[in-house]
């Protein structure tokens, strides 16, 4: 099977094609990646690629509870254990990057900073904090255009870190509904400036990132994570989706991106991203793509054979099983994930979950 062959991926060489995807688990107590986090990645260590959890580049971008930073030192230097452990084992590992902006709550937030989105358009529903339990979504703070030079440089600043912590490459969340996605979808983007209006306004915040990032740590280090079709906290099908997004994946792919990264949600509820958008976009790029959204060993395998996806992204399947490649080509049962212990801080549904071996012998 093709999954399981080597993929060159930039300047790094994978051992497959199954990426383990970004997984927020709130296990990052204070912000500060641990031990813990660092044996959770290490026992998944087979997957080709690693990308992790969310993690911000700013405390502006701390939304929810126990996520993971990358903007101090004590931050790096716990990412680091992250890093040796998975590379011990011959292992690849992104960081994703992820500034949660409208989705957040003050009770989940340092003192001084702030909740700033590109227009001041609320969410609705609720945010669960440690300190309050659900709460309403506040009504975010629309950016000036100095906060959203200063949001930039703290991209690029958090990927040079990520590269002193021993990250392979870092990953842009631009979708799911997070500030990047929020400046490309007009349902949250009600600006008139430079960064608001036209399709090449909405798109220039996630192409500055990507340039400026990839100028920073290199364009084969640096990947994107889009939604199309998401409807993730609060977003919207718009008018002129299609041209967008193959206007935003052209420009990325003059930049010469690692990778896009598709998300594909229409197993959990939301739209399906049809597979004409999967083409534009893997044309207009002209690079590697993930294709991610509720795959199987087979569904996965299709979709390399048939070229909609040159690696392939697994979530859920990751989370109860660590020894998923091992499962995957013997053919082994997979065990099913505790819902109720997915953000939950401890051991209990992190990395008590046992390999197929260790049930054997039990």
């Known amino acids: 099977m093709q999954l399981f062959n080597e993929f060159n991926l930039g300047s790094i060489t994978l051992k497959n094609r199954i990426v383990m995807a970004p997984m927020t688990r709130s296990r990052a107590i204070d912000n500060i990646p641990n031990t813990l986090m660092a044996t959770y990645y290490e026992q998944r260590s087979a997957a080709g690629l690693i990308i992790t959890e969310g993690t911000t580049p700013?405390?502006?971008?701390l939304g929810y509870p126990r996520i993971p930073g990358i903007f101090n030192q004590e931050q790096i230097d716990g990412w680091k254990l992250v890093t040796q452990a998975v590379h011990n084992k011959g292992g690849k590992i992104f960081i994703q990057l992820m500034h949660t902006g409208r989705v957040s709550h003050p009770d989940n937030m340092p003192d001084g900073s702030k909740i700033l989105a590109p227009s001041a358009v609320g969410i609705s529903g609720e945010m669960y904090t440690d300190k309050s339990g659900p709460q309403a979504y506040p009504i975010p703070q629309e950016m000036t255009g100095t906060e959203i030079k200063e949001t930039i440089d703290e991209y690029v600043t958090a990927s040079k870190n990520a590269m002193e912590a021993g990250f392979d490459g870092v990953e842009l969340h631009g979708a799911n509904g997070y500030l990047i996605?929020?400046?490309?979808?007009?349902c949250s983007n009600k600006r008139n400036d430079a960064y608001g209006?036209?399709?090449e306004k909405r798109n220039r915040f996630a192409i500055e990132i990507a340039q400026k990032v990839s100028e920073t740590i290199g364009s084969d280090k640096t990947g994107i994570r889009l939604s199309p079709y998401g409807a993730?906290?609060?977003?919207?099908?718009?008018?002129?989706?299609?041209?967008?997004y193959?206007?935003?994946t052209r420009e990325l792919g003059k930049r010469q991106l690692a990778y896009?990264?598709?998300?594909?949600?229409?197993?959990?509820?939301?739209?399906e991203v049809p597979a004409s958008v999967k083409a534009k976009i893997k044309e207009a790029?002209?690079?590697?793509?993930?294709?991610?959204?509720?795959y199987t060993k087979e569904t996965a395998e299709a979709a390399i054979e048939e070229n909609n996806g040159d690696l392939v992204a697994f979530g859920r399947p990751f989370l109860s099983n660590p020894d998923l490649i091992y499962r995957m080509k013997n053919g082994i049962a997979l065990t099913d994930p505790d819902f109720d212990t997915f953000y939950t801080p401890g051991e209990k549904g992190y990395i008590d979950y046992k390999t197929s071996q260790e049930l054997e012998n039990v």
């Open 246 to 248: 193959e206007h935003l």
């Open 285 to 294: 790029f002209g690079r590697t793509i993930i294709a991610s959204g509720g």
């Open 181 to 186: 996605d929020q400046f490309i979808n007009p």
């Open 58 to 61: 700013s405390p502006n971008g």
């Open 260 to 271: 896009i990264h598709i998300v594909d949600h229409s197993a959990m509820g939301a739209p």
């Open 232 to 244: 993730f906290n609060d977003m919207e099908v718009f008018d002129g989706l299609e041209e967008s």
């Open 197 to 199: 209006g036209s399709i």
